[in-house]
């Protein structure tokens, strides 16, 4: 955890959150269900980003999320 405390804020953005959904999927993938629900929070956090901003809903709902598979 002493690592992520000299590394420097940027903001949130969808590359970021897809990024994180992939290495999240490898990790599930090698060690099994236990980071499920981490990853299934990552996509909350992804569908609620494109909610922000993007203006139409209809767009958003036609976007898929990332399944583990």
Same mark, same amino acid.
């Given at each position: 955890?002493?690592?992520?405390? &000299?590394?420097?804020?940027? +903001? !949130?953005? *969808?590359?970021?959150?897809?990024?994180?959904? %992939?290495?999240?999927?490898?990790?599930?993938?090698?060690? &099994?269900?236990?980071?499920? +629900? !981490?990853? *299934?929070?990552?996509?909350?956090?992804?569908? %609620?980003?494109?909610?922000?901003?993007?203006?139409?809903?209809?767009?958003?709902?036609?976007?898929?999320?990332?399944?583990?598979?």
């Amino acid at each position: 955890m002493d690592e992520w405390s &000299g590394r420097k804020w940027e +903001p !949130v953005t *969808e590359e970021r959150l897809l990024r994180a959904i %992939d290495v999240l999927v490898e990790i599930a993938k090698e060690h &099994g269900p236990t980071f499920n +629900p !981490v990853l *299934e929070t990552v996509r909350q956090e992804l569908h %609620d980003f494109r909610c922000r901003t993007q203006p139409s809903t209809d767009q958003v709902a036609d976007t898929p999320i990332r399944k583990v598979g």
